[in-house]
């Protein structure tokens, strides 16, 4: 079974930064895309940013492009998302997520369903 645990949220100024870790136990980490989703109240699950498995690839969501950065190490079955620049409307529970499928070529989902295992997530929130 795999398991993901987040780390890093918090309360920050807007304009501020944090560094979200998400950390997975699994002997298989290289084979996973990962990636990160934020929700709240009342609304869906919305994806941030992914990255493949080698890590050469990535995908951000147009709201967060030139602020948030994901990275992984695959050493330390790690995934990173380093946000700068945050600002309120960032504020929501972060998730990190993996997924299982091997395609022929990279492709990193966008959809919650395209991903088969989450964190409990971690709360952002950016103050005014």
């Known amino acids: 079974q795999v398991q993901l645990v987040e780390s890093g949220g918090g309360l920050v100024q807007a304009g501020g930064s944090l560094s979200l870790s998400c950390a997975v136990s699994?002997?298989?980490?290289?084979?996973?895309?990962l990636g990160w989703f934020r929700q709240t109240p009342g609304k869906e699950r919305e994806f941030v940013s992914g990255?493949?498995?080698?890590?050469?690839?990535?995908y951000y969501t147009d709201s967060v492009k030139g602020r948030f950065t994901i990275s992984r190490d695959n050493a330390k079955n790690t995934v990173y998302l380093q946000m700068n620049s945050l600002k309120p409307e960032d504020t929501a529970v972060y998730y990190c997520?993996?997924?299982?499928?091997?395609?022929?070529?990279?492709?990193?989902?966008?959809?919650?369903?395209?991903?088969?295992?989450w964190g409990q997530g971690t709360q952002v929130t950016v103050s005014s």
């Open positions: 997520a993996a997924d299982s499928t091997i395609r022929a070529t990279i492709r990193i989902g966008t959809s919650y369903y395209e991903y088969d295992f």
């Open positions: 699994t002997r298989t980490f290289s084979a996973y895309t």
């Open positions: 990255i493949s498995r080698g890590g050469d690839s990535t």
